[in-house]
């Protein structure tokens, strides 16, 4: 009889066990999965081969990290701007992280530079600055890059809406099927407007707030359409496929400019790089002619204008060449 109620306890305390874990591991999932919706953990979905993260409702920042950077982002308030930035380039840094990022560039380019190149100790901070600027141009680049994707599936996605609107679904349900039927960063972005409006935020502002995050002349017309067609009525599916046909066709008329402008593009670069080929030319052939501009004062001058002067010519050809659609 002892042997028997010993054996009905075993089982009951592990059949409590058993029960215990697998209703917490169910609960844990159930507030991680909130967790990852209000809080901004990315969800990792996987399509056609590959792994992507979709875009975050809510930015949580961790301030536990990066305490010095940090310390320089509150005190001259860069957070909203370097936020703003680091979103469009789909970057999941915080402010602090991209300013922790650039000084530690600062400081490793500079202390390479006076350790180990052949250039006077004043030079050293100008090597430290054109590493600093490493982190900058990446985001930079990240940024252009996927706004210019964004703009190339854009009017697909206008089509949908027009599409899915024709069929009987409501805006902001073909907003949210964008998400299920397009790649990034077409379905994040319009997928968090979508979860914003749902979650209690108004069309219209949700709206706004994807036209602050994409900063295309496309997508303004399109939040302009939506809301002028919200307060006056009229057809949004063919203000919507209207939309789509002039986007198209300020791509044709673009591609054109650039087939025209290429010859000048090509110019700007290969001026702007025959002095830096011919500069070190001379520093393999004849190093003591160089030399002069490392390590004499007016050297160092005369080197510094002469940089100076080639950037800025650059730039100028770069907006000659440049032609706004």
């Known amino acids: 009889m002892n042997s028997f109620v010993i054996v009905a306890l075993a089982i009951w305390a592990v059949a409590m066990v058993a029960w215990f874990m697998v209703s917490r591991y169910l609960k844990s999932s159930d507030v991680d999965r909130i967790k990852a919706r209000l809080l901004g953990a990315p969800k990792v979905t996987k399509k056609k081969g590959k792994l992507k993260a979709e875009a975050q409702v809510l930015q949580q920042v961790d301030t536990t990290r990066n305490r010095l950077a940090q310390m320089l982002v509150d005190k001259y308030k860069l957070a909203p701007k370097l936020g703003l930035l680091l979103e469009q380039a789909g970057l999941s840094w915080s402010a602090a992280r991209f300013v ?20 006077p100790k004043s030079l050293t901070i100008f090597v430290g600055l054109v590493c600093a600027a490493g982190p900058p141009i990446y985001v930079w680049r990240k940024r252009k890059s996927r706004l210019k994707r964004f703009e190339e599936i854009f009017p697909e996605a206008l089509e949908f809406v027009s599409r899915s609107m024709r069929a009987g679904h409501a805006f902001s349900v073909s907003l949210e099927m964008i998400h299920r039927e397009f790649q990034e960063p077409v379905s994040g972005e319009f997928r968090r407007a979508f979860e914003e409006h749902n979650l209690g935020l108004p069309i219209e502002v949700a709206l706004q707030k994807l ?23 009229g057809n949004l599916a063919e203000i919507l496929d209207k939309l789509a046909y002039v986007i198209r066709e300020r791509f044709k008329l673009r591609g054109r400019i650039r087939a025209v402008s290429a010859h000048g593009r090509m110019t700007a670069t290969a001026l702007s790089l025959i002095p830096i080929a011919v500069a070190v030319l001379m520093f393999y052939t004849n190093p003591e002619y160089v030399k002069f501009f490392f390590t004499d004062d007016v050297g160092n001058i005369m080197l510094g204008a002469a940089v100076a002067l080639q950037l800025i010519g650059y730039f100028i050809m770069q907006q000659i060449v440049r032609i706004e659609v």
């Open 100 to 119: 922790h990022l650039t000084l530690v560039a600062l400081l490793g380019g500079t202390a390479f530079a006076w350790l180990m190149l052949p250039i």
């Open 211 to 233: 036209a602050k995050r994409v900063p295309s002349l496309d997508v303004h017309f399109f939040v302009s359409a939506v809301l002028l067609q919200k307060r006056t009525g």
